[in-house]
Every structure is written in structure tokens, then in C-alpha cells.
């Protein structure tokens, strides 16, 4: 069933695994995330980004197509889907109206006391309605879709700030900016582990891992033991995808049918999202 990521990541927190976040950009993405979230019975949570909302014909199409595949699959597990980096009240608004069950608002490029009175409101109307919030500090490095961070501007968060941000807001759950980019690494990942350590024992919520892509296994085990119930995947999922088209192509160049490489693309997104919800632990948890 369709469901907030509430009381997943709450279950996933206290038994020390993650939830991945698989960002849907079409049809087949959509496809291979349910069907690998069924076959592992592992909850889900399928990332929409603006953009992504965008090119698959806006909220409420996306809503539908994921509606109409759980139908088609008979889903028992759980899925969220949520709207990622949510860049204004308004955007969240339209979304939870189209039927998204989880949003984030994203104001970490606001100062401090902006970014909890946008998320505030947020949270206060999204509650209303049942439907879960995620809030960002700090600033993930990289680039997806719209969002775009220069190196110089990638900050980690301050662990006091982080504290009244989920206090004063009521959060269901939180993404400290800790050194991780969307995006490939440029080099291996500085994850701040101390930090991430000192923001775990004050917050309380679930913590989310933006920029999951190119994060090693001992790191995302680390991030889990210190409250990361939530890791957000997506261009490692493009990254496969992309690789199969290109397979196929280039040993059938006269070749036309999309069948014949989105077929492929989509086998690949699957198998990369059962590897990831195996390493996170989140397999057999639903
Ligand atoms: O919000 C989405 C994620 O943070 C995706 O990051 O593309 O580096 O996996 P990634
Ligand atoms: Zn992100």
C-alpha cells in the first residue's frame, strides 16, 4: 500500500537498517523499483523530483502510473512516494493535493530561521493530512536536475542548528548535510562521521543519506549505526540504465525498437535497486 514514510523509517531506525530512496524518472524506472521492492519484500520509497514530476507529466500522472503499477503487481509492501528537494511551500502543496503520501521542502540554501518557519508550515499542513516530512541543513554537494551546489558552497551541518531545526519543526525525519554529493564522486566521499555521531544523539528522527550514489559499503554501514534510516539513490540507478542502452546499441546499431534497450535498462535499475536493498538491509523487512 500507498503510506507515509513514518512509521518505516521509524521500524528501520530501531532495527539498525535503511530505507532506499529510488528516484523514478519514467515508466520503466517505476516499473523496476516496485517490482524489486515486491520480489525482496523490502519498503520502498520512490523519489520524485521536480523535474522528474515534470517530464513524466506532472504530479498527478506520477501518481497514477505508481498507482496503477502497484495494482498490477498486487504490492503488499509499502511505498512512499515522496517529492524530492521540494523547493517551496507551494510545491509540496500541489504534490500532497496530487496524492503524494511524503515531501521534503528543501530550504537549506535559506539562513536558519527561514528554513524552520517554511518548514514548519510545511509540516503543520502535511500532518494535517497524514503525510510525512523530510527537511535538509546544511548543503549537499553536486548537481540533480535543478539543484545545483558548487564545491565551494557545500557546507556540513552544525549539529545545534540541526537540533532546533527537528525540534522546533516536528520533522518525521531529517538530512544533515555531512559531506555526501549528488551526483558521481569526483573522489572517495568525506563522510563527518563525528558529527554525524553528535546530530544522531540529539535529533532523535530518522537521519536521511542524500547522494547515496558511490558511497562505500563501510560507510553506509557507519551512517546506518549512527540513525540513517533513509538513503537516497538515483544516479547510480541512471548510471546502469544508461550503460545498457548504450550496450545495445552499440552491438545493434540498426536496431529501433525502444522495447529492445528500455528492456534492458529497466533489467539493470532492478537488479542495481535488489543490491542496494540487500547492502541498506532492508530485504525481508516488510
Ligand atoms: O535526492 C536524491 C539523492 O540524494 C540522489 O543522490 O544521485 O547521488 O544517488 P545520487
Ligand atoms: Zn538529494
Redesign the pocket.
Known amino acids: 500500500p500507498l503510506v507515509s514514510m513514518k512509521d518505516m523509517l521509524e521500524k528501520a531506525k530501531a532495527n539498525q537498517y535503511a530505507v532506499g530512496?529510488f528516484?523514478i524518472n519514467n515508466l520503466e524506472f517505476t516499473q523496476a523499483i516496485l517490482q524489486a521492492a515486491e520480489e525482496e519484500k523490502s519498503p520502498v520509497i520512490l523519489?520524485v523530483?521536480e523535474g522528474a514530476a515534470r517530464y513524466m507529466g506532472g504530479f498527478k500522472l506520477t501518481v497514477a502510473i505508481v498507482e496503477a503499477l502497484m495494482e498490477e503487481y498486487n504490492v503488499t509492501v509499502p511505498v512512499a512516494i515522496h517529492l524530492?528537494?521540494g523547493s517551496s511551500f507551494d510545491k509540496c502543496m500541489q504534490a500532497i493535493n496530487a496524492g503524494f503520501t511524503s515531501v521534503?521542502i528543501d530550504a537549506s540554501h535559506d539562513p536558519l530561521e527561514e528554513n524552520i518557519a517554511l518548514t514548519k508550515k510545511v509540516v503543520d499542513a502535511a500532518h494535517a493530512v497524514g503525510v510525512s516530512v523530510e527537511a535538509e541543513l546544511g548543503r549537499?554537494g553536486?548537481q540533480?536536475d535543478d539543484l545545483i551546489v558548487e564545491d565551494a558552497e557545500a557546507a556540513y551541518a552544525i549539529p545545534a542548528e540541526c537540533d532546533r531545526l527537528v525540534k522546533e519543526t516536528g520533522v518525521d525525519c531529517f538530512a544533515p548535510a555531512l559531506g555526501?554529493?549528488?551526483?558521481?564522486y569526483k573522489g572517495e566521499p568525506n563522510l563527518g562521521f563525528d558529527r554525524m555521531e553528535e546530530i544522531d544523539n540529539l535529533v532523535g528522527v530518522p537521519l536521511v543519506?542524500?547522494?547515496?550514489?558511490?558511497i562505500p559499503t563501510k560507510d553506509i554501514q557507519k551512517a546506518i549505526s549512527f540513525g540513517h534510516a533513509k538513503i537516497?539513490?538515483?544516479?547510480?540507478n541512471?548510471i546502469a540504465s544508461s550503460k545498457a542502452v548504450r550496450q545495445v546499441l552499440e552491438e545493434k546499431p540498426e536496431l529501433y525498437d525502444p522495447r529492445k534497450y528500455l528492456g534492458p535498462a529497466r533489467d539493470a535499475i532492478k537488479e542495481t535497486v535488489i543490491g542496494k536493498m540487500r547492502e541498506f538491509g532492508s530485504s525481508g523487512q516488510a
Do not use: R
Not at 555526501?180 to 558521481?184: D, E, R
Not at 543519506?209 to 558511490?214: A, D, K, R
Open positions: 530512496q528516484n523519489g523530483s524530492d528537494h521534503m549537499v553536486g540533480e555526501s554529493v549528488h551526483g558521481p543519506l542524500h547522494g547515496g550514489t558511490g537516497n539513490v538515483n544516479t547510480e541512471q
